[in-house]
């Protein structure tokens, strides 16, 4: 699984692992990796730039090679971006949380899919605005956008195989991606993005794992093409 160094990726490995998988843990600072599962002879830490084709190539046959074929993927990694306006907003800014956040996912698929055993499953990490829109976030909303794109076509490519493509759209979840956002966008004044959500809280990066973790299980056989908020109503306003 990819961006496993991050709040929500390192939670989605310990999901996994608590379930009975083996778990190659990706993400570009393998140090973020190997400080939580170096103990953990059922990770295998892999250090890759998902923007990078050939990184994901490499990951693919290193994968192919320790494992020979999968059964999941949870394609979680990302960056958030600038917060800024469009026309602030450079074009290199621009491109890179594309990049990341879209090329990234595409290319993961693009790689794995070929040595996901028919039956298996993908759940791509979106955002809640990735299904709305806010100003001041036009990488990363267009991004996460795109990925729920990228999950439907996807979800019916891989149909014929059994193989189930899903999109998760967290909310305001706790680490730091979140942090970096309310010190853009709130500054010192107090507030977060806790007070826009209904049940009135940050989300926890376990909640998250958790459901991608039944996404990618059994008990979800007939859930696929699908993109479900986990945001604490937020988008439902």
């Known amino acids: 699984m990819t961006g496993a160094g991050g709040a929500i990726g390192s939670e989605i490995v310990r999901a996994l692992l608590a379930r009975g998988a083996q778990v190659a843990a990706v993400d570009r600072d393998l140090d973020a990796v190997n400080r939580q599962f170096s103990s953990d002879t059922r990770v295998l830490p892999v250090a890759a730039d998902?923007?990078?084709?050939?990184?994901?190539?490499?990951?693919?046959?290193?994968?192919?090679?320790?494992?020979?074929?999968?059964?999941?993927?949870?394609?979680?990694?990302?960056?958030?971006g600038p917060v800024a306006p469009i026309t602030e907003t450079s074009v290199d800014e621009f491109d890179r949380v594309i990049a990341v956040n879209v090329r990234g996912p595409f290319l993961v698929i693009k790689h794995l899919m070929p040595i996901l055993q028919d039956g298996g499953a993908i759940v791509n990490t979106s955002s809640a605005l990735g299904l709305?829109?806010?100003?001041?976030?036009?990488?990363?909303?267009?991004?996460?956008?795109?990925?729920?794109?990228l999950t439907k076509v996807a979800a019916l490519e891989g149909a014929s195989r059994g193989i189930r493509v899903n999109a998760v759209c967290p909310g305001p979840i706790e680490g730091r991606m979140i942090d970096a956002l309310e010190a853009a966008?709130?500054?010192?004044?107090?507030?977060?993005?806790?007070?826009?959500?209904?049940?009135?809280?940050?989300?926890?990066?376990?909640?998250?794992?958790?459901?991608?973790?039944?996404?990618?299980?059994?008990?979800?056989?007939?859930?696929?093409?699908t993109a479900h908020s986990i945001d604490g109503a937020m988008v439902a306003q």
């Open 132 to 149: 709305v829109g806010a100003p001041g976030l036009a990488p990363y909303i267009t991004s996460k956008h795109a990925v729920i794109g």
């Open 185 to 225: 966008i709130f500054g010192d004044s107090g507030t977060t993005f806790a007070s826009v959500v209904p049940l009135g809280r940050h989300g926890k990066p376990a909640e998250i794992a958790d459901f991608i973790a039944y996404l990618l299980s059994a008990d979800a056989a007939y859930i696929t093409g």
């Open 50 to 80: 998902l923007a990078d084709e050939k990184d994901v190539e490499a990951l693919a046959a290193t994968v192919r090679e320790r494992f020979g074929s999968i059964a999941m993927v949870a394609n979680n990694a990302g960056i958030e």
